[in-house]
């Protein structure tokens, strides 16, 4: 508990040392999941109207929706040309930090990233897609949400470890990797006749809350965040910030 605390109040004194910081957050919220909700809904809908570009969807949906977990910061954008997050670690450890509280800081963010981005994504698919109105009510298309969530926290844990522990260089390849075998997941799945995308939506349909796929990938996704998170703290200790 004073670990949560130590990150909360962290948290909160770098938003009033900087009121315009949320402002920014929200700026770049607003615009990102705005833009991607509108490609993403014209993907949905051709898949529920046509069948047409079912790889497309899982690939949009595999890769999309971890970065829902990132708040939109200066030191987002500057992570390669800075290396912001080393800089970051850096400071922290001169006052000093520890580990633990650095990465419960971190996880703190996602959370508001989660609550905020992921209102706004599949708020807004929702608003704008007939067809996944027809196909799922309110409370089932909250399931297929959660389902999703829960998918992207499964990547959550790896995307903080590699944040924190490598350059920002190197980071930027290792995102273009991810993204790589995002593709490779979702053409393999359609190879094989499969898609992520309409199972899910079948899920919550048929299940609602209840949905096993919801559970179990939420369920996943909170056992991979805590694993990764004790490998972050153990290897943190000892990364050079230099």
């Not at 920014?24 to 993907?43: H, K, Q």
């Not at 999309?64 to 400071?91: C, N």
Request: hydrophobic letters at 55%; proline letters at 2%; charged letters at 15%.
């Amino acid at each position: 508990m004073t670990t949560i605390k130590d990150a909360w109040v962290i948290v909160r004194s770098d938003f009033r040392a900087d009121k315009l910081k949320l402002l920014r957050a929200l700026i770049f919220a607003i615009l990102f999941t705005g833009y991607m909700s509108i490609f993403s809904e014209m993907i949905i809908g051709d898949v529920l109207e046509s069948g047409d570009g079912k790889i497309l969807a899982d690939f949009l949906l595999l890769s999309m929706t971890p970065m829902l977990g990132f708040t939109f910061s200066r030191r987002t954008m500057k992570y390669l040309s800075e290396d912001s997050y080393t800089r970051m670690l850096a400071y922290m450890r001169s006052l000093p930090v520890p580990a633990a509280v650095v990465l419960c800081k971190r996880k703190l963010h996602t959370v508001f990233a989660f609550t905020l981005n992921g209102v706004l994504y599949f708020g807004l698919i929702y608003a704008m897609s007939g067809q996944l109105r027809s196909e799922l009510s309110v409370p089932a298309y909250l399931a297929f949400a959660l389902t999703w969530v829960g998918s992207a926290l499964v990547m959550t844990g790896l995307y903080i470890f590699i944040e924190l522990m490598v350059s920002g260089k190197t980071y930027c390849w290792l995102l273009l990797l991810i993204m790589l075998l995002c593709l490779g997941v979702a053409l393999l799945v359609g190879e094989a006749g499969g898609n992520l995308f309409l199972y899910s939506v079948r899920y919550a349909k048929e299940w609602g809350f209840a949905s096993p796929l919801m559970w179990a990938t939420l369920l996943l996704g909170t056992v991979s965040v805590q694993l990764f998170s004790k490998w972050t703290i153990y290897r943190l200790k000892s990364r050079d910030l230099v």
